[in-house]
Antibody, heavy 119, light 106 residues
Framework: QVQVVESGGGVVQPGRSLRLSCAAS????????MHWVRQAPGKGLEWVAV????????YYADSVRGRFAISRDNSKNKSFLQMNSLRVEDTAVYYC????????????WGQGTQVTVSS | SYELTQPLSVSVALGQTATITCGGN??????VHWYQHKPGQAPLLIIY???KRPSGIPDRFSGSNSGNTAALTINTVEGGDEADYYC?????????FGGGTKLTVL
């Protein structure tokens, strides 16, 4: 069955960097877009970024553009989120998720990994 | 940027019908997707392309989309339906979520 497992979360100081990983299985990884979505404490879901199935296109929310970078390694069935210049307001649970095509639903989500930005 | 508006909360008695709305400008021209999110769990896709149900989602869940409002309807509400519900669309190359609605089962 489809599995998506995030890792790499933790506590980091403002201004520092963190790299999240997402390991996928149970589907043809190289055929699907992949998303990162986050949920800050007490808040709703906020989309962060998407990468196309072939890695050629990446799109970002305004709140992270220029600081975060999404990537993927189709040979290893993994997606990554490089987070630089972290801010306190980036504190959230970060979910990796399997997308459908463009304009389609976010089909399957992982359990999430906690990122806490604090001095 | 495109905005989606959901009520903060909806309450419904056990066994009754709950309707959660999602407002957006000309939302009928977009595909609307709905997610159920329970505390400590991964969000779950329950409706895609306005009204289609993924495999395994009970037919008590249904969706509609017309004009400036999409809606998620849950018939014969059960205690296990208590959760946060989010609508979602694409705005060009960005994904947009509604603010979420907390469904309380009385």
């Amino acid at each position: 069955q489809v599995q998506v497992v995030e890792s790499g979360g933790g506590v980091v100081q403002p201004g520092r960097s963190l790299r999240l990983s997402c390991a996928a299985s149970g589907f043809t990884f190289s055929s699907y877009n992949m998303h990162w979505v986050r949920q800050a404490p007490g808040k709703g879901l906020e989309w962060v970024a998407v990468i196309s199935f072939d890695g050629n296109n990446q799109y970002y929310a305004d709140s992270v553009r220029g600081r975060f970078a999404i990537s993927r390694d189709n040979s290893k069935n993994k997606s990554f989120l490089q987070m630089n210049s972290l801010r306190v307001e980036d504190t959230a649970v970060y979910y990796c998720a399997k997308g459908g095509g463009w304009y389609e639903a976010v089909e399957y989500w992982g359990q999430g990994t906690q990122v806490t930005v604090s001095s | 940027s495109y905005e989606l508006t959901q009520p903060l909360s909806v309450s419904v008695a056990l066994g009754q019908t709950a309707t959660i709305t999602c407002g957006g400008n000309d939302i009928a021209t977009k595909n609307v997707h709905w997610y159920q999110h329970k505390p400590g769990q991964a969000p779950l896709l329950i409706i895609y392309r306005d009204s289609k149900r993924p495999s395994g989602i009970p037919d008590r869940f249904s969706g509609s989309n017309s004009g400036n409002t999409a809606a998620l309807t849950i018939n014969t509400v059960e205690g296990g339906d208590e959760a946060d519900y989010y609508c979602q669309v694409w705005d060009t190359t960005n994904v947009v979520f509604g603010g979420g609605t907390k469904l309380t089962v009385l």
